[in-house]
C-alpha cells in the first residue's frame, strides 16, 4: 500500500527484554516521526528525524529508547531492557518534508509487557 | 506538560445531530490538525488548517482556526453512526514547525442508531 507500514502490529515480552518495533514511511517523505499512546491518552511525542539532520530526541522517556533511520528510508525504534510502563501503542508518521505538513500515522505497534 | 486542552472529553449524541468539539490553548499554533482515530488504527488526517481565521470544510466536518490562534473548534454535522471514534486535534506551536506534533487528549464520540 501507499501508507505508512509499520510492523509487528503485536508485542508481547516480558519484562528485560529488548523489542525493536519497524516502521516505513510514506515514499518520498522525508520526515518521520515516533509517538508513544498509552491506553486512553494522547500522543505523546518521542523523536523526529528529517533528511540527514540530526534527530530531535528530546521526547525520549529515558536511555533505554533509540531510534535510528538508515537511508532516511526505514525507521527503527528499540527499547531495551523493557518495563512494564513501556506498554503502549507506538506509532510512526511521516510528512513530505518538515514546515507545518500534516503527519500520516501508520497503525502503531502495541506492545505489551509482561 | 499539556498544551492543548481539548473538549468534551466524551460525547453521546443520537444520530442525525450536530456535533461540536474544540481545543484552546495558552500558546500560538502555526497549524491546527485535526485526526480521527478508530479502535486499532492509527490516527486519520481530516482537516489541516494553515492560516488564522481559516474556515474549512470536508463534507460533514468543518473546522477553524481561531483568529488568536490560541484555539480551533471542529464540527460534525448529521452524525451517523461511522462518526464513532476519537477525534484529535493537534497542532504545531509557534517555534516547532515541521517537528512534534502537540496533540489533544481527544474526544471520545458515540453514536446512538
Redesign the interface.
Known amino acids: 500500500g501507499a501508507g505508512v507500514s509499520q510492523s509487528p502490529s503485536n508485542k508481547v515480552t516480558e519484562k528485560g527484554k529488548d523489542v525493536e518495533l519497524r516502521c516505513d514511511p510514506i515514499s518520498g517523505h522525508t520526515a518521520l516521526y515516533w509517538y508513544r499512546q498509552s491506553l486512553g491518552q494522547g500522543l505523546e511525542f518521542l523523536i523526529y528525524f528529517q533528511g540527514n539532520s540530526a534527530p530531535d530526541k528530546s521526547g525520549l522517556p529515558s536511555d533505554r529508547f533509540s531510534a535510528e533511520r538508515t537511508g532516511g528510508s526505514v525507521s527503527t525504534l528499540t527499547i531495551q531492557r523493557t518495563q512494564q510502563e513501556d506498554s503502549a501503542v507506538y506509532l510512526c508518521a511521516s510528512s513530505y518534508r518538515d514546515g507545518n505538513q500534516p503527519q500520516h500515522f501508520g497503525d502503531g505497534t502495541r506492545l505489551s509487557i509482561l | 506538560g499539556q498544551q492543548l486542552n ?1 473538549s468534551p472529553q466524551s460525547m453521546f449524541i443520537q444520530e442525525g445531530e450536530d456535533v461540536s468539539m474544540n481545543c484552546t490553548s495558552s500558546s500560538i499554533f ?2 491546527w ?1 485535526w ?1 480521527k482515530q478508530d479502535p ?6 481530516l482537516i ?1 488548517l ?1 492560516k488564522a481565521g481559516e474556515l474549512t470544510s470536508n463534507g460533514r466536518l468543518t473546522a477553524q482556526f481561531g483568529i488568536t490562534r490560541k484555539d480551533s473548534f471542529l464540527n460534525i454535522s448529521a452524525s451517523i453512526p461511522s462518526d464513532v471514534g476519537i477525534y ?1 486535534c ?1 497542532g ?1 506551536l509557534r517555534g516547532t ?10 474526544t471520545q464520540l458515540t453514536v446512538n442508531p
Request: charged share 10%.
Open positions: 481539548q502555526n497549524t490538525l485526526y486499532g488504527e492509527g490516527p486519520v488526517l489541516a494553515y484529535f493537534a504545531y514547525s515541521g517537528s512534534r506534533l502537540t496533540f489533544g487528549e481527544g
